[in-house]
């Protein structure tokens, strides 16, 4: 089997009048993140991440911030979308590993309903998905509560 690595990274910032949209999930929050998108940092790592072991360039080429038609779009979309992109070049996804750093809120809790949701959408099994959530210990941008990032590495393969 050929294997490859990728790695995402992406931020985006906390403000009041969104939902928080995280991993698929929506989260109950008194803040959201803000993007062209729903924002779903998680999720935008995770497809930079695909993406990159692909060899296909990142979430932005793919899905534009300034086109009109992913203004507001579910972030699970994009999640999809990417694994058809993977499955036209005849990759697969091998395993995800990705972090979220946040203060607030306690996002454990909601790992397994994140999980769950990305396995369904990538059609394999939810153990090869795996979140973890950290904090910053209130030093920096994540610190302070102005914004939310995510990490992620995905290995995907060819037959």
Same mark, same amino acid.
């Given at each position: 089997? @050929?294997?490859?690595?990728?790695?995402?990274?992406?931020? +985006? &910032?906390?403000?009041?009048? &969104? #939902?928080?949209?995280?991993?698929? !999930?929506?989260?109950?929050?008194?803040?959201?993140?803000?993007? +062209?998108?729903? *924002?779903?940092?998680? !999720? +935008? $790592?995770?497809?930079?991440?695909?993406?990159? *072991?692909?060899?296909? =360039?990142?979430?932005?080429?793919?899905?534009?911030?300034? $086109?009109?038609?992913?203004?507001?779009?579910?972030?699970? !979309?994009?999640?999809?979308?990417?694994?058809?992109?993977? $499955? #036209?070049? @005849?990759?697969?996804?091998?395993?995800?590993? $990705?972090?979220?750093?946040?203060? =607030?809120?306690?996002?454990?809790?909601?790992?397994?309903?994140? @999980?769950?949701?990305?396995? #369904?959408?990538?059609?394999?099994? @939810?153990?090869?998905?795996?979140?973890?959530?950290?904090?910053?210990?209130?030093?920096?941008?994540?610190? =302070?509560?102005?914004?939310? *990032? *995510?990490?992620?590495?995905?290995?995907?393969? =060819?037959?």
């Amino acid at each position: 089997m @050929q294997l490859r690595v990728g790695q995402g990274y992406d931020v +985006h &910032r906390l403000v009041p009048g &969104r #939902e928080l949209w995280l991993g698929g !999930i929506l989260i109950p929050f008194e803040k959201g993140l803000l993007g +062209h998108s729903d *924002a779903d940092v998680l !999720i +935008h $790592a995770i497809c930079d991440a695909l993406l990159g *072991a692909a060899g296909l =360039r990142d979430i932005g080429f793919h899905f534009q911030d300034n $086109a009109g038609e992913y203004k507001n779009i579910d972030s699970k !979309i994009l999640f999809k979308r990417t694994i058809d992109l993977l $499955a #036209e070049k @005849q990759w697969e996804v091998v395993n995800i590993d $990705a972090t979220l750093l946040a203060e =607030r809120p306690k996002i454990n809790p909601y790992i397994p309903q994140m @999980q769950a949701c990305l396995a #369904e959408l990538a059609q394999v099994d @939810q153990e090869i998905i795996s979140i973890k959530a950290t904090t910053s210990e209130k030093m920096g941008f994540v610190g =302070r509560e102005e914004g939310m *990032a *995510a990490m992620a590495v995905a290995l995907i393969g =060819r037959k």
